[in-house]
């Protein structure tokens, strides 16, 4: 599976967008894009996923470059409770035992 | 629905004791994993199951052992806990449905002494 590079730490202010952004240089042209979030010492909670296209969910939207190198998650007005660490994850999704979390980006929300 | 629970939330072992963590899903999910957490890292995987009777390992599989005699439950077993398995172990599950997603139970955070 491809390997991910996320900034450590990011701030964005309540009420703005957070715009998270991943590399993915080495993607294959079958590996989705995953993104997940930890909020202090709970589970980690998914958040959203694709392949080529653009998508949006209640949560978040997730913007894939067109060569797919690359993809931002955008929080459209974030809040105190979206601080947390946000992990960028490439997966084949056919079982998550390739699964590779690694230090993912610290958001931190400030008022 | 209560999705993904694990047992017991918190733990203190002293070096050579084992214990056993219970994961339970309620989602029917074929897969079903066991991660470890140590501060300021992600999670590493220690085993997983593709299904009922089915166990293989992880990233980090030394020093544990892992059972799935039910579909919905996937055990993991420290037979001689050490300090270095001191951490927060988190169980996951996932559908058979081409898709990765995986969702969460709240954790176990273990200390050994």
């Known amino acids: 599976d491809a390997k991910t590079t996320q900034p450590p730490s990011m701030d964005c202010a309540e009420g703005r967008a957070a715009n998270l952004p991943c590399n993915h240089s080495?993607?294959?042209?079958?590996?989705?894009v995953y993104w997940y979030r930890q909020i202090h010492s709970q589970g980690p909670q998914y958040i959203i996923h694709?392949?080529?296209n653009n998508e949006t969910n209640e949560m978040a939207s997730l913007i894939i470059t067109e060569d797919r190198k690359s993809s931002t998650l955008i929080l459209p007005h974030a809040t105190l409770r979206d601080t947390a660490v946000y992990y960028c994850?490439?997966?084949?999704?056919?079982?998550?035992?390739?699964?590779?979390f690694g230090a993912g980006t610290r958001l931190f929300v400030k008022a | 629905n209560a999705g993904v629970t694990q047992t017991p939330k918190f733990r203190v072992l002293k070096t050579g004791q084992s214990m056993t963590l219970l994961c339970a899903q309620d989602m029917n999910h074929e897969y079903m994993y066991w991660y470890r957490q140590d501060p300021g890292m992600g999670l590493r995987l220690i085993h997983y199951s593709v299904g009922e009777g089915t166990t293989a390992k992880g990233e980090v599989p030394d020093g544990y052992n892992v059972s799935r005699l039910k579909k919905q439950n996937f055990l993991l077993g420290l037979e001689s806990a050490a300090p270095s398995q001191t951490s927060v172990y988190f169980c996951?599950?996932?559908?058979?449905?081409?898709?990765?997603?995986?969702?969460f139970g709240p954790g176990t955070r273990l200390t050994v002494l």
């Open positions: 996951a599950s996932s559908s058979l449905a081409g898709t990765d997603t995986q969702y």
């Open positions: 694709g392949l080529k």
């Open positions: 080495t993607i294959s042209g079958n590996e989705y």
């Open positions: 994850i490439v997966s084949l999704g056919t079982g998550g035992f390739k699964t590779i």
